[in-house]
């Protein structure tokens, strides 16, 4: 299982920034990609789902902001 940190282009500002959650996955990238690019198939990790499901705020404006374009969230694998 690696370890990877799940982030967002933000609508807001047009910055990266993380949706304040890891998940763990069994065949994950070995590098950063988009979610759409992992789960083409169209069945996306339930872990994953859920965590992009949620609002995430945006720390450039303070506002909550949410994307729903898989190919603007990203996986990061994340050395431990
Ligand atoms: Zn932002």
Request: proline share 8%; aromatic share 0%; net charge negative.
């Given at each position: 299982m690696a370890k990877y940190s799940v982030r967002f282009k933000c609508d807001e500002c047009g910055q990266v920034h993380t949706m304040g959650h890891d998940v763990f996955l069994?065949?994950?990238?070995a590098s950063k990609s988009t979610i759409g690019d992992i789960f083409s198939a169209g069945v996306i990790d339930p872990e994953v789902a859920k965590i992009i499901r949620n609002k995430s705020m945006?720390?450039?404006?303070g506002n909550l902001t949410s994307q729903?374009?898989?190919?603007?969230i990203f996986l990061i694998p994340m050395d431990d």
């Open positions: 069994e065949n994950g990238p945006c720390i450039t404006s729903q374009d898989i190919q603007q």
